[in-house]
């Protein structure tokens, strides 16, 4: 048995879980907080039998993987000017997203 232990960016988690209770995963969320960047993150726990780690970190994966996305600057801010130009927004490829994960031996598991 092993349990998997997964720090998601916040904006990950409602699919990430959703997607694994569909595929029959109880998940225990903790809100938790970076300590570098203290930005708001998740951290899932989910205990599964060891046939189950790949399926369930698949899905981990395809839901909070890292990701390109489109976001719009201004030009003047990207070279570092202090004033807002008239120059419309441009858009840049930022990567976004990604996760940590952790799978972990579990001895004995008890529900009460």
């Known amino acids: 048995m092993k349990m998997i232990m997964a720090i998601l960016h916040k904006d990950d988690e409602l699919e990430t879980i959703e997607e ?10 903790l809100a938790t907080t970076g300590g570098f960047l203290k930005k708001k993150s998740t951290t899932i726990m989910v205990v599964v039998d060891d046939e189950k780690v790949a399926e369930a970190l698949k899905i981990i994966k395809k839901n909070s993987g890292e990701r390109k996305t489109i976001t719009y600057a201004n030009p003047a801010l990207i070279a570092g000017q202090s004033s807002m130009s008239a120059a419309p927004s441009v858009p840049i490829n930022v990567q976004v997203g990604g996760s940590t994960i952790f799978v972990l031996n579990v001895e004995q598991m008890e529900k009460y």
């Open 20 to 29: 694994l209770n569909i595929a029959g995963y109880m998940v225990t969320k």
